[in-house]
């Protein structure tokens, strides 16, 4: 009896270390990368005709999901989102009241703000792109004798003009800098402090190019991607270090790619692209590889505005910017 009890126990153990043995060398699902983390729990706002006027949205990060968050009379419009560093509010254009103004809103379009008061009848203003601090923003200010980049506390106090003769603002993720273009040779990019002064060109003339501008900073701060009108009218969006170095194109015909608006990581960049004889927005990545369509509605989809992380967690936190980007070939038109 006691050797039968022995050799069960003796059985038991080896069995308990096999399976110890297959537990430690079975195959473990991958950690999702930080990146993948961020996408999943990020959105992208747009702008649609699909309900008859021009509205604002927000949809998942793989397209799915789209939710109306304003809600204009037919006469009225609603455009250029553009979200807080911080996620908890998004910046966008209205004409709601007398002319194109300024306007913030929380991410579910509640609490629906004017920020700027018209200076003029012919007034406007357009272009909305957050300080990092989520406390000002700087935006295009169109006046009667001039276009001008201005910016603005969010609570629509100390308006200031910033360069004449400017036009779509993007503030770099450290604050130091704001990309814009500028009427220059057709249009350059330049940069400025955010104080309007230290101008710098960060593109030049060359042939066959007759515009640059829509410029838009990486999260790490180290790229630029922009939009480029070439001799055939077409735009294209390329890809800069920040000092204007290594200018390389993303996208190629057919149709025209413009608006790149990066993904929290800085791995993809959402865009609008007419390549399907309309407005539709599309999603590539960094390099230009990969090039998906998002959205699939018939009518005129546009202006994405990808948001910041909106709930990752604390163990993403810190990784994101350390993160390669990895991905096989590069495509273009894809």
């Not at 043995?21 to 699902?29: E, G, I, K």
């Not at 008859?52 to 009225?76: C, K, N, W």
Request: glycine share 10%; charged share 20%; aromatic share 8%.
């Amino acid at each position: 009896m006691r050797r039968t009890v022995l050799v069960s126990l003796f059985l038991l153990t080896g069995v308990l270390q096999a399976c110890n043995r297959d537990v430690a060398t079975a195959p473990r699902a991958p950690k999702p990368s930080a990146e993948a983390v961020k996408l999943l729990a990020s959105k992208i706002a747009f702008v649609s005709t699909r309900d008859g006027h021009q509205e604002i949205y927000v949809m998942d990060a793989d397209g799915s999901g789209a939710t109306r968050l304003t809600f204009a009379a037919p006469r009225f419009s609603n455009f250029s989102p553009n979200w807080s560093p911080d996620g908890q509010r998004i910046a966008f254009t209205s004409d709601r009241d007398r002319g194109y103004e300024l306007f913030v809103m929380a991410p579910d379009g509640s609490a629906q703000t004017r920020v700027t008061d018209l200076i003029s009848s012919f007034d406007g203003a357009d272009e909305a792109t957050w300080s990092p601090d989520a406390g000002r923003i700087a935006f295009t200010s169109y006046r009667f004798d001039r276009i001008a980049v201005d910016v603005v506390n969010v609570d629509g106090s100390g308006r200031q003009e910033l360069t004449m003769d400017g036009w779509s603002p993007s503030w770099s993720p450290d604050g130091q800098q704001i990309a814009f273009a500028r009427r220059v040779s057709g249009a350059q990019i330049f940069v400025m402090a955010p104080d309007g002064t230290a101008e710098a060109p960060l593109t030049s003339a060359s042939p066959g190019v007759l515009a640059d501008g829509e410029p838009a900073w990486s999260p790490d701060g180290r790229r630029i991607a922009f939009t480029r009108e070439t001799s055939d009218g077409v735009d294209q969006i390329y890809v800069m270090n920040a000092d204007g170095s290594g200018q390389t194109p993303l996208t190629a015909p057919p149709g025209g790619n413009l608006q790149p608006s990066w993904s929290p990581g800085g791995c993809q960049i959402a865009f609008t692209s007419t390549r399907d004889g309309h407005r539709a927005i599309y999603v590539m990545n960094a390099d230009g590889s990969t090039q998906t369509r998002l959205t699939s509605s018939s009518a005129e989809d546009f202006s994405p505005a990808w948001s910041p992380a909106l709930d990752a967690g604390p163990s993403s936190e810190g990784a994101l910017h350390s993160e390669a980007c990895h991905s096989e070939g590069r495509g273009q038109g894809g």
